[in-house]
């Protein structure tokens, strides 16, 4: 069972535009929410997580939008360069158990 | 730093032949999982330790998989007989606790099963 549900599967934008990656999730247990970024051949690394507790955290270009009670969060990716083409992983946890991912977006920026 | 260790990077074996991966967490990490990643998809949990201790091992095929972290610190993830459908990555992450602090993954061992 998929408990992490993530949109769209790949994702085409041109330099300077902003990359939106939508994930969804059921399991209201879960209390920590990251991104993970992966580059062909290498494991995924992160890039930015975010706790229930807040509705909105930003770092540098990247920032993640979390909506409770829709139980949705989004990964909005500014001012989108073509280094930031890789696969982009949502996931969620609870305290004490492993990561639950979702199933990944391809992004490609275009120069 | 060195991050997370996996060897080998790069694995062809034949169906029904054994394999075997290693993995070494950055020092300090008590929490060990492997993932298992399938082209095209994300990572999905093999087993999870903490210390020597194997705490979720609930979706690791035990007909043919095995994991071991003697001393709790390397561990080693082994498939006998492998069947085409193991092909995929096999990633070892680590993390100082189970308590949601940031998880670090090896680069993955490619395995492929002809």
């Known amino acids: 069972q998929q408990q992490v549900k993530q949109s769209p599967q790949s994702l085409i934008v041109q330099k300077g535009g902003i990359s939106i990656i939508n994930c969804a999730y059921e399991?209201?247990?879960?209390?920590?929410f990251p991104w993970y970024q992966q580059f062909p051949g290498k494991g995924p690394a992160l890039l930015i997580a975010?706790?229930?507790?807040?509705s909105e955290k930003k770092e540098g270009r990247f920032t993640i939008s979390f909506n409770k009670s829709a139980k949705q969060f989004s990964l909005h990716i500014m001012d989108s360069q073509p280094g930031d083409s890789a696969t982009y992983f949502c996931a969620a946890r609870r305290s004490g158990y492993a990561l639950n991912f979702g199933k990944g977006t391809s992004l490609l920026v275009t120069p | 730093e060195a991050g997370v260790v996996q060897s080998p990077r790069y694995k062809i074996i034949e169906k029904k032949q054994p394999v075997a991966f290693w993995c070494n967490p950055i020092?300090?990490?008590?929490?060990l999982y492997w993932y298992r990643q399938n082209l095209g998809q994300g990572p999905e949990l093999l087993i999870r330790y903490e210390n020597e201790e194997a705490v979720d091992d609930s979706q690791l095929p035990k007909d043919r998989f095995s994991a071991e972290r003697l001393k709790g610190v390397d561990s080693t993830l082994k498939i006998q007989p492998a069947e085409l459908g193991d092909s995929a990555v096999y990633l070892c992450a680590s993390s100082l606790d189970g308590s949601g602090n940031t998880i670090y993954f090896g680069e993955g061992s490619w395995l492929t099963v002809v």
């Open positions: 020092s300090g990490h008590n929490t």
């Open positions: 975010i706790r229930p507790d807040v």
């Open positions: 399991n209201t247990a879960f209390d920590y």
